[in-house]
């Protein structure tokens, strides 16, 4: 945002969007920074400061409001008006041209609270402070400080949250602006400290569990959505849980809606015991009960990932695991989250979702500036500001429970803010739209071609460089005080490392790059790391991002090819050769299917059996004590494999080789059919492969075809639906055969998977 005109355009949603305080607005220092600057350059036009000051707060008061609250929230001198002078660029005191007044005068204007001389003597300075709200940064140590005491000592559990407030304050050592913001706050200041404890009380009451937002509705949602993640924290100090999250998925028949349950580590005694998933939803009959898969490596015991499609709208989905012993009549639970979904009656009707990665966009008021998915009753009109911004696509209607909803496809990445209508009534408020705070990142390193788990990448030969944010206004010093790096290593490491840096002392070091510097990993671990290692990532104001990476020094594959292979080949053992540095080896991971491993002069050779779908290997070498370095890599196999489904079920389908006949009378009473396949690499040739329909006798002769398209369940796996092919067999007398077929290019060979290779994805007929 260059102009104070595109600030007062992106600010003003906000202010009408029911706004409480105006430190709920998304900004951060650097963004403050750069709006003072914008401010100065305009005040600075004008030969006299009061009528700068004058036209400056009548063409952009939401401006004007949200620079003297947000400055609030980072400025922590008792020196509020001399430093906002200065960032500015004023020649006088600010006082003088009351834009202490004026503040006070736009809030109520814009019917947000502001305090009178009744109340504390220097209302103007505990209105602005007030409405600069407890910074994201002080937010740890009011939990830690404030919250927690209140809900866990045995004297302050006795009494009010009142009086456990005001004997907390003067003891609890937090920032200026806290102290400004809970002592200037009044009833609103207690009612964000009871709904605080509230959840920390019913977290720890309830296996972690997290309220959702509709639950303490008195609360800023910064507040709350800081509190999950603290909360994550908290839990993971005795045991990581990998949090369950909900996902879009924009092709299905039936429901839109995937709750995903990721991979879980667990400890060998929780291992021994039957695990179970449960989910359960508001006004549902039954809990959906899944067993969980326990299945073992090196490192570990381990769940599988669990996929879940949530038939109906809802407002949350609660899901938790639970273990039981033969000789105890109760389950006992580990574990607990409630995921919100839907918002509440009173609320916008809207769920969004990253468009790259398909999760939800946590419950806010206002939405990220980038491509998202909006899911939105169907009778519903999205208004948008500016009208420019244009939908990317739409989807087909959904079945059953979902039936009244639709999915749009919209890039917001310009767009300020948007409205729902329908017929003819606006629902909710205005939903403004925000550019996300920029975070640490990993850049450059050379990524092993095949990721597996996107959670944990493996860098081979190049390791990756941190990338941090930082303002382009200030001297390199400035902008890198406060950043730290620290890195350790998990287990067996070269080198083995639980080190903090602060990366203002590599300046050397460090590469600048729009707006972002880049601090060379290398620089701390060396050129050629091995092991797995955690990477913690720190600046100012609480801006913080982990990563956890696998390290290796030197990892080939020859002779390994990730092109279809031909129906006749495709059940043939796969065999490949993998190259690593000296001194190193390769072992299958324990409990994997076993693959044959022979050392020879051109690496190591591996030959997978047929039925194999990924190869799961350990690269290892030895540290300088002799301890085994190990780093887990799965490696796919290229092979197709194929199921029909039935319903909108993925967790039920079996995906295979086998040939799968079905009569036509079954398949014609199908409510919702689609044939699902599945192999690494799939989604990169999409655009070459079809679904053809054909005779069994004759299959030259094509009936019909259709594109494949994604499932949003995985990368590779895809899907056709069957449904556009029901008249045509209503009405074909022969046996028909559906068949997948693939062409590289233009002038290359078709690859088909048909009946004479006994790989017919689907025969028909009325009699088998």
């Known amino acids: 945002m260059q102009t104070l005109d595109d600030w007062e355009k992106w600010l003003k949603p906000f202010f009408d969007s029911g706004l409480r305080i105006i430190g709920e607005i998304p900004l951060t220092e650097t963004d403050v920074d750069k709006l003072a600057v914008v401010v100065r350059r305009f005040l600075a036009r004008y030969?006299?400061?009061?009528?700068?000051?004058?036209?400056?707060?009548?063409?952009?008061?939401?401006?004007?409001?949200?620079?003297?609250?947000?400055?609030?929230?980072?400025?922590?001198?008792?020196?509020?008006?001399?430093?906002?002078?200065?960032?500015?660029?004023?020649?006088?005191?600010?006082?003088?041209?009351?834009?202490?007044?004026?503040?006070?005068?736009?809030?109520?204007?814009?019917?947000?609270?502001?305090?009178?001389?009744?109340?504390?003597?220097?209302?103007?300075?505990?209105?602005?402070?007030?409405?600069?709200?407890?910074?994201?940064?002080?937010?740890?140590?009011?939990?830690?400080r404030m919250v927690v005491p209140a809900v866990t000592q045995t004297n302050l559990k006795k009494i009010s949250a009142k009086e456990a407030l005001n004997y907390l304050l003067p003891r609890a050592y937090l920032g200026r602006p806290v102290l400004d913001f809970l002592e200037n706050s009044g009833d609103m200041g207690l009612a964000w400290f009871e709904a605080c404890c509230k959840l920390v009380r019913h977290a720890r009451e309830n296996h972690g569990e997290v309220l959702p937002i509709s639950a303490v509705p008195e609360l800023p949602y910064n507040i709350h959505s800081f509190f999950e993640q603290y909360s994550?924290?908290?839990?993971?100090?005795?045991?990581?849980?990998?949090?369950?999250?909900?996902?879009?998925?924009?092709?299905?028949?039936?429901?839109?809606?995937?709750?995903?349950?990721?991979?879980?580590?667990?400890?060998?005694?929780?291992?021994?015991?039957?695990?179970?998933?449960?989910?359960?939803?508001?006004?549902?009959?039954?809990?959906?009960?899944?067993?969980?898969?326990?299945?073992?490596?090196?490192?570990?015991?381990?769940?599988?990932?669990?996929?879940?499609?949530?038939?109906?709208?809802?407002?949350?989905?609660?899901?938790?695991?639970?273990?039981?012993?033969?000789?105890?009549?109760?389950?006992?639970?580990?574990?607990?989250?409630?995921?919100?979904?839907?918002?509440?009656?009173?609320?916008?009707?809207?769920?969004?979702?990253?468009?790259?990665?398909?999760?939800?966009?946590?419950?806010?008021?206002?939405?990220?500036?980038?491509?998202?998915?909006?899911?939105?009753?169907?009778?519903?009109?999205?208004?948008?500001?500016?009208?420019?911004?244009?939908?990317?696509?739409?989807?087909?209607?959904?079945?059953?429970?979902?039936?009244?909803?639709?999915?749009?496809l919209w890039d917001l990445t310009n767009a300020i803010s948007l409205l729902l209508h329908q017929d003819g009534k606006e629902l909710g408020n205005v939903v403004p739209v925000a550019r996300e705070v920029?975070?640490?990142?990993?850049?450059?390193?050379?990524?092993?071609?095949?990721?597996?788990?996107?959670?944990?990448?493996?860098?081979?030969?190049?390791?990756?460089?941190?990338?941090?944010?930082?303002?382009?206004?200030?001297?390199?010093?400035?902008?890198?005080?406060?950043?730290?790096?620290?890195?350790?290593?998990?287990?067996?490491?070269?080198p083995s490392l639980d080190r903090t840096v602060s990366i203002v002392y590599y300046q050397n070091d460090i590469l600048s790059k729009d707006s972002r510097a880049i601090f060379p990993l290398a620089v701390l671990l060396g050129e050629k790391p091995a092991g797995i290692y955690e990477i913690k990532v720190s600046g100012l104001r609480g801006i913080k991002a982990d990563f956890r990476l696998r390290l290796w020094p030197k990892l080939l594959l020859q002779n390994y090819s990730k092109e279809l292979p031909k129906a006749e080949e495709s059940r043939d053992p796969v065999k490949f050769n993998v190259h690593l540095q000296e001194g190193a080896w390769i072992e299958t991971q324990p409990g994997a299917d076993p693959v044959e491993i022979v050392q020879g002069s051109n690496g190591f050779s591996i030959t997978a059996a047929s039925h194999l779908r990924s190869i799961a290997l350990d690269l290892v070498t030895l540290s300088r004590t002799g301890e085994e370095i190990r780093v887990p890599v799965s490696i796919p196999v290229v092979r197709l494999r194929w199921g029909l489904v039935e319903e909108n079920t993925p967790n039920l389908l079996e995906l295979g080789q086998t040939v799968i006949r079905v009569s036509k009378e079954r398949f014609?009473?199908?409510?919702?059919?689609?044939?699902?396949?599945?192999?690494?690499?799939?989604?990169?040739?999409?655009?070459?492969?079809?679904?053809?329909?054909?005779?069994?006798?004759?299959?030259?002769?094509?009936?019909?075809?259709?594109?494949?398209?994604?499932?949003?369940?995985?990368?590779?796996w895809l899907k056709v639906s069957l449904l556009q092919f029901s008249e045509t067999i209503r009405t074909i007398n022969t046996q028909v055969q559906f068949q997948l077929v693939y062409q590289k290019d233009n002038s290359s060979p078709l690859i088909r998977y048909p009946r004479d290779a006994q790989i017919r994805l689907a025969a028909m007929g009325t009699d088998h």
């Open 47 to 144: 030969d006299k400061f009061t009528q700068a000051t004058h036209i400056f707060t009548k063409r952009y008061p939401h401006v004007f409001m949200t620079l003297l609250a947000h400055f609030s929230m980072y400025n922590e001198q008792s020196g509020y008006w001399h430093a906002l002078q200065q960032a500015v660029g004023a020649d006088q005191d600010l006082h003088i041209t009351f834009w202490h007044q004026r503040f006070v005068n736009l809030a109520r204007l814009n019917n947000l609270k502001t305090f009178s001389d009744s109340d504390t003597p220097n209302y103007y300075v505990a209105s602005i402070r007030f409405h600069g709200g407890i910074p994201s940064y002080y937010l740890p140590d009011f939990f830690e």
């Open 668 to 716: 014609l009473q199908y409510a919702s059919r689609s044939l699902h396949v599945e192999m690494h690499g799939l989604s990169e040739i999409i655009e070459r492969m079809s679904c053809q329909l054909v005779e069994s006798d004759n299959e030259s002769k094509l009936l019909q075809w259709a594109e494949f398209r994604k499932t949003g369940f995985r990368l590779d």
């Open 232 to 408: 994550e924290e908290r839990e993971d100090r005795g045991f990581h849980w990998s949090r369950p999250y909900l996902e879009i998925n924009p092709l299905s028949e039936g429901s839109p809606i995937i709750l995903r349950i990721p991979e879980q580590i667990v400890t060998t005694q929780a291992a021994s015991q039957l695990l179970q998933w449960t989910i359960t939803w508001p006004g549902q009959k039954e809990p959906i009960i899944h067993l969980c898969e326990i299945y073992h490596r090196r490192s570990g015991e381990f769940t599988s990932e669990v996929i879940q499609p949530i038939p109906i709208p809802t407002t949350q989905v609660t899901v938790s695991i639970s273990s039981s012993k033969q000789d105890e009549q109760e389950d006992s639970e580990l574990r607990r989250w409630t995921l919100p979904l839907l918002p509440a009656s009173d609320q916008t009707p809207l769920v969004a979702f990253r468009e790259k990665n398909l999760r939800q966009v946590p419950t806010a008021r206002s939405l990220p500036a980038q491509v998202l998915f909006l899911l939105t009753p169907r009778t519903v009109e999205l208004k948008l500001d500016p009208l420019t911004t244009e939908r990317i696509d739409s989807f087909p209607a959904f079945s059953s429970g979902w039936k009244d909803w639709k999915l749009e």
């Open 438 to 494: 920029d975070l640490p990142e990993l850049c450059d390193g050379y990524r092993f071609d095949y990721q597996e788990n996107l959670d944990q990448p493996l860098y081979t030969s190049a390791i990756p460089s941190v990338s941090i944010p930082i303002s382009p206004n200030v001297e390199k010093y400035q902008a890198l005080r406060g950043w730290k790096v620290s890195v350790i290593s998990i287990g067996e490491a070269a």
